[in-house]
């Protein structure tokens, strides 16, 4: 049998993912006959036509679409082991660009950005921060970690689900005992409200009891802000009930500034998911930052059991 050449891997990955021969050259800056030759060097040894091309039309054969599936796979652990390699011999250097929402920034990203940095004092991080979803490939990032309830609308881009976060109501121990006891969904209108986003129309608050059933209704809120950090600050001066990310609260939950409303209901779950191009040749630092980000975000976002447990018994109205 003809000895592996992984170039053959390369290439033929990066062919498949630009979409055509002219493209993957241009990305890698190669002369298009190298890629060529690669390809029809990996056909002839397999004994298999992996690519019908013509003038104008390429896609994968069915053996193709199965071997690339095992060269994707293939190129992710070359990937992966260079990167591992670097980071062993403290010579992990370049750059990533990483974009979020400006939730995720501040309550999710701050302090596990801040270790990677520690742990990896030769690369640089760009972070884009903004609510708005932007077009990963026409701006150039590389990462980007995005809270969704469905069905994202890119399937260009590879998504994979980190995490799932429950959002829970919020109030201040003040605002709490000085106000109507809040027992029912249905109470909720005889309450000041907070809300995420800035639109004025529109404001529907769906929530869901822990034995299954949902209640869905009209709310006015008398504050809204596209800053959770913001909103968080006028539930805990005692301004309204608040819908937010659990995690995002764990800290005044555990030091008694914020207290939970409806405890047996939530508003809802929302995915935690990170987004990327679907290119092949990630530098060593985005897999850095990736693999990094899949094992440490879910745990940055959980709700520890204690936390949960005190809250419910505080929040808990009086009868």
Not at 104 to 109: D, I, R
Not at 166 to 191: C, I, M, Q, T
């Amino acid at each position: 049998m003809a000895s592996i050449d992984l170039n053959d891997y390369y290439y033929f990955v990066h062919v498949v993912e630009k979409g055509g021969f002219t493209r993957a050259a241009s990305a890698l800056g190669i002369p298009k006959s190298r890629i060529s030759r690669h390809i029809a060097q990996l056909e002839e040894r397999l004994d298999a036509s992996l690519i019908q091309r013509t003038t104008r039309q390429f896609r994968l054969t069915e053996l193709g679409d199965v071997f690339y599936r095992h060269a994707r796979a293939a190129v992710d652990d070359i990937e992966i082991a260079e990167t591992e390699l670097k980071r062993k011999k403290n010579t992990l250097s370049g750059t990533v660009s990483l974009s979020c929402s400006v939730g995720v920034a501040q309550f999710a990203l701050r302090e596990l950005l801040t270790r990677f940095l520690q742990d990896n004092p030769q690369v640089t991080v760009f972070q884009q921060v903004s609510n708005r979803n932007i077009d990963l490939i026409a701006s150039g990032v590389d990462l980007s970690i995005r809270g969704h309830t469905g069905p994202l609308p890119d399937s260009t881009l590879i998504q994979r689900v980190l995490a799932v976060v429950e959002w829970n109501l919020f109030a201040s121990p003040d605002y709490a005992a000085d106000r109507k006891p809040v027992g029912a969904p249905s109470d909720l209108v005889d309450h000041a409200t907070l809300a995420l986003g800035w639109q004025t129309t529109g404001d529907r608050l769906r929530l869901e009891h822990s034995s299954g059933s949902k209640e869905d209704m009209h709310i006015t809120p008398r504050f809204k802000s596209e800053d959770m950090a913001t909103l968080k600050q006028a539930a805990r001066e005692g301004l309204g009930i608040v819908a937010l990310p659990a995690y995002t609260c764990r800290n005044e939950l555990a030091s008694g500034q914020l207290v939970r409303v409806l405890p047996e209901w939530h508003a809802g779950r929302a995915n935690l998911s990170m987004l990327m191009p679907r290119r092949s040749g990630f530098t060593a630092p985005v897999t850095a930052l990736k693999e990094f980000l899949q094992a440490e975000l879910p745990g940055a976002v959980a709700m520890p059991q204690r936390v949960k447990t005190n809250a419910r018994v505080r929040a808990s109205p009086a009868r």
